[in-house]
């Protein structure tokens, strides 16, 4: 069943001929410039910035708090031969502001050590026993911790009580109590007077690395983008220039190992933008952190030993798919588990805690209420929660910390720890919070949509002028447009498991593809029903040539969907509303309707009218399946009638039982026709049957065959039957609709 993810939110503003003027200045089409005015770029100013992201736009990065402090630190212990330790993050954003600062770092010949924390051992952010381990084994001397620490106080006061400094660099937020660190670099510090609140933890690194070097680094700026884009935060602003700048140098790296693991997710160098690094490049750094030791991807992205650079990409190349094939194990378990309660709360002592944020994204994607997906050890549940956009899991559970053992997050997601006996009491906060802020759960997240497209308004320029707009992320979201009014002329499945599905649209004789990814069951749906399309604009080259493709992120159906299965075997839903042997048989699937066999006399098709009426189903399977086919004999002919009677008239018995078989062959008729006229006859007085025997009534009184009423009712039959199996579902529907307001 094809069933919307989110409520549309259709925008289609009137665009000022000023401004219209003012986008052919920059080669932009009327669409493109259309989703700048409604993105709120409207002066000429700030149009020629979003257009061509500069990085002599970049903000001085000594505005930032702290960072003259931080600076003269990093200089003095490398002037001063100190050992510097720079303690990062598993994630992809991690591992590349580990990378940027090492890299500077090494420039200005500083004594440098990188470690990652073990997402299982270490936990994150700062970790007292590795800060005791590196001070007292290692003779570090100074520690500046990236993408992590604003949160650290034991680990950064025991450090800095041994007589060590910590420099903080960090994007994450602040908390009310900062600790006591010997500088705090962060945009958000509420001292600092930096102009850009959103760098990730690679931009805050990048700013110190320019700040370090007294210039703008830019062959570091692959590894700013790969963790800025895989951190998902704002792509605006100063974001906007260092990823835009930094997919230029991704796409010419000389990075080996980065060249190696693009190499192995099967890279378009051709094509390196947003997406390269959101589903091919960051994917494998995080596989990494959530299942194994996140230090060999600093030598990836740092080292030039191509042949070690390889062994790692293909280490992490395999563990990516590992990471799949867990998630995909996890998310099959889970799913059995789903309740039909508004919040879920699922847990296996089996699951690995790497990868229960992933899965607890996908069971929010398909079924829209919150998830909290947890790992149990020994009485102790830890993982992660996802949840919908109208309900705020880190306001719901915040104020109840005390049932935590750990616990942080955001509107949307969070992680945490607590003890299995507090389970119930959580759940119960979390229904609670539901009932107290009066939230509608089943209201869906809202899709942005850029108006409504034409296939004449999309061609190749199209989409050249919408890729000025890009890179696409947070707070710049891709453009998403509503298609209707088509036509679909082919439907299948296609890819890994036929899991995706690919469409031919024909509008006005226009022909377009479009793919909708985890689709591919739907073929049938979307070939039968007239849909609405939301999807972006893409192209896709094959056998050299080169063609617009739709991108389909959702669909709905106008109206109710009828499926046509009369001719097909196809795996039907289970549990249903069915209507079989005349009569319905409910379901707890009660929008879905599936009729089995075609209704057999008038009173059964009143009662399958009644129904569609008065039950609102979103789907109608029509299998319409008829045992005997009356509808191909017919009622019978008069010329059928009178070569019966006239043959049988000459026998004084028959015997039905076991001639009845031969009779038909001698007449040519079908056998359950001539079954019918028989019981005709027999109505009409015309023979009568006793123990099987069948005698010809010689003195029946003269009558019309129309006067019988088993006659009258076969004539009903082959007309339900014609109208079941040849006409349109459509038709079948609007006749089952007119039966019921005829009855009523």
Known sequence: MIKSKYIWHITEPELPDAFLKLSKKYKLDRLAAQILWQRGIKEEKEVKTFLNPDLQDLHDPFLLHDMDKAVKRILMAIESGQNILVYGDYDADGMTASAVMKTALDELGAEVQVYLPNRFTDGYGPNIDVYKYFIQNEGIDLIITVDNGVAGHEAISYAQSQGIDVIVTDHHSMPEELPAAYAIVHPEHPESEYPFKHLAGVGVAFKIATALLDYIPADMLDLVAIGTIADMVSLTDENRILVSQGLKVLANTERAGLLELMKLSETDFEQINEETIGFQIAPRLNALGRLADPNPAIELLTGWDEEMAADIAQMIDEKNKERKAIVENIFNQAITMMTDEPVQILYHKDWHKGVLGIVAGRLLNQFHKPVLLLAEEEGILRGSARSTENYNIFEALDAHRDLFIAFGGHKQA??????????????????????????????????????????????????????????????????????????????????????????????????????????????????????????????????????????????????????????????????????????????????????????????????????????????????????????????????????????????????????????????????????????????LNFVTIEDGLMTVNKAAEKRDISESGIYQELQEIVKFQELFALSPVKEIYKKLKEENADAT
Do not use: C
Request: charged fraction near 25%.
């Open 414 to 683: 969070a992680g945490m720890t607590f003890s299995l006996e507090n389970l119930e009491a959580i759940k119960q906060v979390m229904l609670d919070f539901i009932e107290e802020n009066d939230i509608d759960m089943s209201r869906k997240s809202t899709l942005g949509v850029q108006g409504k497209l034409q296939f004449e308004q999309i061609s190749l320029e199209t989409i050249h002028s919408l890729s000025k707009l890009a890179p696409y992320g947070m707070d710049n979201p891709k453009p998403y447009f509503l298609i209707e009014n088509y036509e679909v002329e082919q439907a299948r499945s296609m890819g890994k498991d036929n899991s995706h599905l690919k469409l031919k649209l024909n509008q006005n004789g226009q022909m377009l593809d479009a793919v909708y990814f985890g689709h591919g069951s739907e073929s049938l749906e979307f070939e039968q029903s007239d849909t609405e399309l939301v999807a972006s604009l893409s192209s896709n080259t094959w056998n050299g040539t080169t063609a617009v493709q739709l991108m389909v992120e959702d669909a709905r159906v106008n109206g109710i969907e009828l499926l046509d299965i009369r001719s097909r075997q196809i795996e039907l839903p289970q549990n249903t509303v069915r209507f079989v042997h005349n009569e319905v048989k409910n379901g707890t699937m009660e929008e879905v309707l599936i009729i089995e066999e075609a209704p057999t006399n008038k009173l059964a098709l009143s009662v399958l009218a009644k129904l569609i009426h008065e039950q609102d189903f979103a789907l109608i399977y029509f299998k319409n399946n008829i045992k005997k086919n009356y509808y191909l004999t017919g009622a019978g002919t008069r010329e059928q009638f009178a070569r019966f009677y006239k043959t049988i008239y000459q026998y004084p018995e028959f015997d039905v039982r076991f001639k009845l078989k031969n009779l038909a062959n001698y007449l040519k008729i079908p056998e359950i026709l001539l079954v019918k006229m028989i019981q005709i006859f027999e109505e």
